[in-house]
């Protein structure tokens, strides 16, 4: 059986204050220390398989970062294919006050586009065949991820952007199935 864990990265001020950011793979995580780490062990990372895990991560700062807190004794595989879906051309606007239309006449991907790089993530987690597999990425890639295991893989970016139907904040945790496409999700609380 196939296990992927996905974990969002730890709070930035970006996210707590709902805005986009240029240059937003360089923004760091807000103050994480060993203490809180070990509490989103026992609330969350409790489901975590036992044993040995690979553990991947988006290459962007926040992500890394939030690995390192998270798993201090291991090795950290960067994995493009987790990054987050480029929404910098917004700057640092409030992603609310954007409108549908506004949105769809500055974006540069689209589902199949979005769709496309959750393939080729599926494709690196499968070449790990029988291995537990641990990543830590963005909240628009894991929010679509879920969609894509759930047969939504057209959702419009947009509705991805402002979790439609679906929210995952920093911390929480999306075990995936890749056998079955079965999906659970844990809140860190």
Known sequence: MKNVYLIRHAPTIANLMGQMVPGYDDVPILDFTEDSARVWHSKVGRYLPSGEFRLYSSPTVRCMRTAEMLFPDMHIIKMPEAREFDC???????FWEI??????????FSCYDM????KDFIDVCELTRNENIVVISSGMFIR?????????????PFDVLNSVGFSFHPLDMLHVNLDTNEVDVYRNP
């Open 88 to 94: 910098s051309f917004l700057g640092n606007r409030k």
């Open 144 to 156: 679509y991820l879920y969609y894509y295991m759930r047969g939504n893989e057209t959702i419009a």
């Open 99 to 108: 409108s549908r239309i506004e949105f769809e006449s500055l974006i540069h």
């Open 115 to 118: 769709a496309r790089q959750v």
